[in-house]
Every structure is written in structure tokens, then in C-alpha cells.
């Protein structure tokens, strides 16, 4: 099975941007790779007041969905040579302190089975000056 | 956006008893839902997805039901490590998905 692990600051000053790295190890047999077309890869955050909020995910092919919310200061990009991707949320604020997941979606028949079947451990990220 | 609502926000249940857990959809989302656990600490974990089908290495004892709008995750006989915090997720809308907000299952 894949291993997810989220890395980055856990304070971010209101106005500024958050960036996150999640990578994932195990290999392509593991179902870890950023290269297979077998997998999406995803980002989840986790507040006491909103719950579970979906972000955006990454395909290998580079392609990126968002959520429409967040749509305007997101960014999700990839390294396949590091197999890790990353979070970029411009301009944040209060609002946007939460635990930050990455996580896995697989594809079924070629078409993305949108749903999370692995999780990193989830970090922290406290907006504050 | 589809908003998904859980009920009830917190269930008590004895071990050894059946705890029957209800998501409901604003607008219906075929059978494209799934359900996951989550114990202080850690990442959720998925339970169930299209519905009904159990995740890898998921007991028996988990089941799930509905399509459209009304959707239930069935625990048959309540283990310690089951008491935790259940969240469904529509993908029906994809991209746009959407989680409810959870049911605390509390030991009675």
C-alpha cells in the first residue's frame, strides 16, 4: 500500500500562501507512483466548524480540478521525479486554518473513482500573525 | 453545490449492538457515496464506496445501503474500536464533491 506524507510550515501569516508537499512512497506496485495513470491525488482539509472539505486533486497528466470555493487562490502541482505534489493557497486567512490531508483516488475502467482509498497523517496549519 | 446531511449527530450504542448510521443528499447522487471512519488522531479511512461496496480489509460486520438520496452504513455488532466518527461523501458531482458533517458513534 502507498505511504502519504504531508511536510510544510504549520503557521502562516494571514495574507501570505500556504504551500504543502505530500509525498508518497511504496512504488508503482504499492500504488505510489505520481507516473501510474491508475491514481489521482488529492488534497482534504479538516476544520471543527466546516468538517471535511475536499480542495483540489492532481492527475498524472498534470491535469488539476478544484473545488469552486477555493478555486480562485489554489494551486496543485507535481513532481513525478520527486513522486510528491504540493499545495499552494494564496492570500489566506483565519478561516483557512485547518489539518491538511493528501490522499489517493484511483481511477476504475480508465474513469476516476473519486473517492479517497489512502491518507497521509494530516498536518496542522495555523494561520496567524 | 450537493449538501449532504448526517443524522443523528451523535448515536449511542452499547458493544455487541447494531448501530444504524443515515446520510442524505440534497439532490440524488446515484450510488456514488462512501463512508469513512475517523478516530482522534488519525486520517479518515474508508469503509464503504459506491454505496454498498466494503473497502480492502474492511470486516464484514460494515455494511452500506441506499442510492439516490438516502444512504445508511449498518455496524451488525458494535466493536470497542468501532466507537468513532462517521462521515459520508457524495462523488456523484464530481468535481464538486462534498462530505457531510459526521455522526459521533459514543459507547452507551
Partial sequence: ?129 | EIVMTQSPATLSVSPGERATLSCRASQSVGRDLAWYQQKPGQPPRLLIYNASNRATGIPARFSGSGSGTDFTLTISVLQSEDFAIYFCQQYDDWPRITFGQGTRLEIK
Fill in chain 1, 1 to 129: 500500500q502507498p505511504q502519504l506524507q504531508e511536510s510544510g510550515p504549520g503557521l502562516v501569516k494571514p495574507s501570505e500562501t500556504l504551500s504543502l508537499t505530500c509525498t508518497v512512497s511504496g512504488g508503482t506496485v504499492a500504488g505510489g507512483s505520481l507516473s501510474s495513470s491508475a491514481y489521482y491525488w488529492g488534497w482534504v482539509r479538516q476544520t471543527p466548524g466546516k468538517g471535511l472539505e475536499w480542495i483540489g486533486t492532481i492527475y498524472y497528466d498534470g491535469s488539476t480540478f478544484y473545488s469552486p470555493s477555493l478555486n480562485s487562490r489554489v494551486t496543485i502541482s507535481a513532481d513525478t521525479s520527486k513522486n510528491h505534489f504540493s499545495l499552494r493557497l494564496r492570500f489566506v486567512t483565519g478561516a483557512d486554518t485547518a489539518v491538511y490531508y493528501c490522499a489517493r483516488q484511483k481511477t476504475f475502467g480508465g474513469v476516476i473513482a473519486p473517492y479517497f482509498d489512502y491518507w497521509g497523517q494530516g498536518t496542522l496549519v495555523t494561520v496567524s500573525s
